[in-house]
Structures are given as C-alpha cells and as structure tokens.
C-alpha cells in the first residue's frame, strides 16, 4: 500500500503512544516502518526515536506493538 491511500503527505504526523517514553510521541513519514491493511483500515509500522516499534490505527486510538 502505498502512503498516499492513507493520507496527505503535507501536515500529517502520527502521536502513537509509546511505553518506553510513558507517553504519546510526535512521528513524521520518515518513521514509517510498513503500511498493511486491516479489517479496519490501514495500520501503520512506526519506529520511535527511542527504538521502539509502535503500531498506529487511524480508526482508534494508537496502541503499542506488542
């Protein structure tokens, strides 16, 4: 899937939530790990800056990778 079915590529940031900072973090496209499809929507791969893997959800609210 290729980002632009996911949203504008101006002004759009991701604020997973990351267990490691105890907190949602700012990412941009450059920590875009993968995009896949779900049945909800589109899912996407985040590298945080601190190493952790971080998933976000459009649809709900962004969880940690497990």
């Known amino acids: 899937m290729d980002l632009n079915d996911f949203a504008r590529h101006d002004q759009h940031m991701f604020a997973p939530y ?3 900072h105890g907190a949602r973090v700012l ?3 450059e920590s875009v ?3 896949k499809q779900s049945p909800s929507g589109p899912r996407v ?4 800056h601190c190493g952790e893997l971080l998933e976000h959800d459009a649809k709900r609210a962004a ?3 497990p």
Request: hydrophobic share 55%.
């Open 18 to 20: 990351c267990a490691r």
């Open 27 to 29: 990412l941009g496209y």
């Open 33 to 35: 790990i993968a995009v």
């Open 45 to 48: 791969l985040l590298l945080c």
């Open 63 to 65: 969880q940690p990778v």
